[in-house]
Nanobody
Framework: QVRLVESGGGLVQVGGSLRLSCAVS????????MAWFRQAPGKEREFVAS????????NFAASVLGRFTISRDDVKNTVYLQMNSLKPEDTAVYFC???????????????????WGQGTQVTVSS
């Protein structure tokens, strides 16, 4: 069984930064593509960023491109989301997700992901 635990959320002012972490249990982390999604109140869950199992390729939603980066540490079994220049519209619950070794339906499609964390709240105040 794979378990994902997010941390690092909180309240931040506009223009500030946060780094989210997702700790993954199990021995298969290094073979899994990973991603972050988010869900704002009253809205559908949306793709934010993904990273391949090798860490050699990443994808970003247009709304966060240039402000967010994603990285992984296969020794610590952790994936990170560095969020800079935060905006009020970034306010959401952020979820970590683990795919199989490749993104079956593409990195932006939730169906590609087998396991999900419980989410961490990010609130950006203006």
């Amino acid at each position: 069984q794979v378990r994902l635990v997010e941390s690092g959320g909180g309240l931040v002012q506009v223009g500030g930064s946060l780094r989210l972490s997702c700790a993954v249990s199990g021995r298969t982390f290094s073979s899994r593509g990973m991603a972050w999604f988010r869900q704002a109140p009253g809205k559908e869950r949306e793709f934010v960023a993904s990273i391949t199992s090798s860490g050699g390729s990443a994808n970003f939603a247009a709304s966060v491109l240039g402000r967010f980066t994603i990285s992984r540490d296969d020794v610590k079994n952790t994936v990170y989301l560095q969020m800079n220049s935060l905006k009020p519209e970034d306010t959401a619950v952020y979820f970590c997700a683990a795919a199989s070794n490749f993104f079956s339906f593409g990195p932006e499609n939730m169906r590609s992901y087998e396991y999900w964390g419980q989410g961490t709240q990010v609130t950006v105040s203006s």
